[in-house]
């Protein structure tokens, strides 16, 4: 059984399931449809904000930075100079 043909509707299912929506529904569509377009802005700029969070996060972090925390130096002594010649 293909899941698919399920959904298949034609030209005149659409258009009676269109008619019945707006007989249950009538005025209200227009507020239904309003609030799913705000709901679905206020979704898209909180990803946003997500996403914007998570790549300033590297940056502002003090320990993933590449830079050392302090200055190290080394010297090397006089038997490791003479060794190494």
């Given at each position: 059984?293909?899941?698919?043909?399920?959904?298949?509707?034609?030209?005149?299912?659409?258009?009676?399931f269109c008619v019945v929506a707006l007989v249950l529904f009538g005025g209200s569509l227009p507020m239904i449809a309003k609030?799913?377009?705000?709901?679905?802005?206020?979704?898209?700029?909180?990803?946003?904000?997500?996403?914007?969070?998570?790549?300033?996060?590297?940056?502002?972090?003090?320990?993933?930075?590449?830079?050392?925390?302090?200055?190290?130096?080394?010297?090397?002594?006089?038997?490791?100079?003479?060794?190494?010649?």
């Amino acid at each position: 059984m293909d899941m698919l043909a399920f959904f298949n509707f034609t030209t005149t299912e659409i258009i009676i399931f269109c008619v019945v929506a707006l007989v249950l529904f009538g005025g209200s569509l227009p507020m239904i449809a309003k609030n799913l377009g705000k709901s679905v802005v206020e979704f898209k700029k909180g990803v946003k904000d997500v996403k914007d969070d998570l790549d300033n996060v590297g940056s502002e972090d003090k320990k993933l930075e590449n830079k050392p925390s302090r200055e190290v130096t080394v010297e090397r002594s006089e038997a490791h100079e003479h060794a190494a010649k």
